[in-house]
């Protein structure tokens, strides 16, 4: 049986990269590639029902004792767009707590100093990348880990549930949940494997809005200005002191919410 | 929800504040909620995480149990009547080119996953 350790280096060659310009579902064709491997993998380990649907979602059944609840486990298969999932080149490194040399070519190091966290994995082997690209794991090592669960479960002769898995486009341009189909995917209750350190796990997010703000401005040369301008840039400033400073993602933590500036454009 | 309810309508007093010192019309506030804390549907199923909190204690993984500072599509899913609590990957420093994963924290995910569904 394929280790989930060369089952995730095989996934994270797959270009998976979303983009939020897109209109399309997936957004990018790399992802859709990604998804019919899956399907086929799927199938070559006896998940019969395996299919991708018209949206890209991937969908497939591993059946258990009826009399157990139906449980789903659910990745994506996009990676972020803030950096290049392009021509990944991972390795496995055994770590013994000192940096890690990335990229001997361009000088790029993994350092503690940078990662405090890091060190709590010496004695592990840690998969990297070259320093010039994203790695994936995020959520290429969730769908591996599921797959790999799957073909346990496929060849087990002890009892279990009968699994449901989804495999999702487009969760990093919050869009992965839009057209999953909970009906279809009849499971009594679903686990996404999509966090962060091992033991992560979370029930709780935050209430979320976004705030638009169009400010109309009146433009005059400035020498004949008086009593006529109105200056929307320095009206976006006004609008923004007005929001406390204590409040923002740089200065809370744990269930403190936040007003989070993300974009400022004159027209 | 409260605090949620509070920063909306500060954002709207702000809008009425300058609008009234500048003239009317002069800024327009759109807010469109993106996700809900999911919570509240977890609740009523929070058995589904004590399952997940003790398979992790079974396999000598000590649980971590934090919110998330954001949103996630187990969120959304759980809106739409799949309660959906999110598991670890591994992985770490994710949107990075520092990302990476250590093999064994991979191997105990597989391993938890297997035992979730095996003792049920």
Redesign the interface.
Known sequence: METVQDRFLRYVRFDTQSDENSDTCPSTPGQRTFGEALVDEMKAMGITDAHMDENGYIYGTVPGDPKLPTIGLIAHMDTSPDASGKDVQAKTVPYDGTDILLNEEKDIWLRSSDYPSLKENAGKHLIVTDGTTLLGADDKAGIAEIMTAAQSLMTTRMAHATLKIGFTPDEEIGRGADLFDVEKFAADYAYTVDGGPIGELEYENFNAASAKVDISGINIHPGAAKDKMVNSLLLAMEFQSLLPLHQRPESTEGYEGFFHLTDMEAP | ?E??LQ??A??EK??A??NEK??P???????????????EK?LP?IH??EK??AA?EALG?????????????????SF???????????????????????????????QL??H???T?
């Open positions: 929800m605090k949620f920063k909306k500060l954002m702000i809008c504040f300058l500048y003239g019309g002069t800024v327009e506030l759109t807010l469109k909620d993106s996700y809900f804390n999911m919570r977890i199923h589904i995480v997940a909190k992790m993984i000590a649980p971590r149990i934090s919110p998330i500072r954001g949103g996630t599509d187990g969120a959304r899913l739409m009547g799949l309660p959906c609590p999110n598991l670890f990957t591994g992985g770490q420093n994710f949107h990075s080119r520092f990302e990476y994963i250590p093999v064994e924290d991979m191997e105990k995910c597989t996953l297997i979730l569904l095996t049920c």
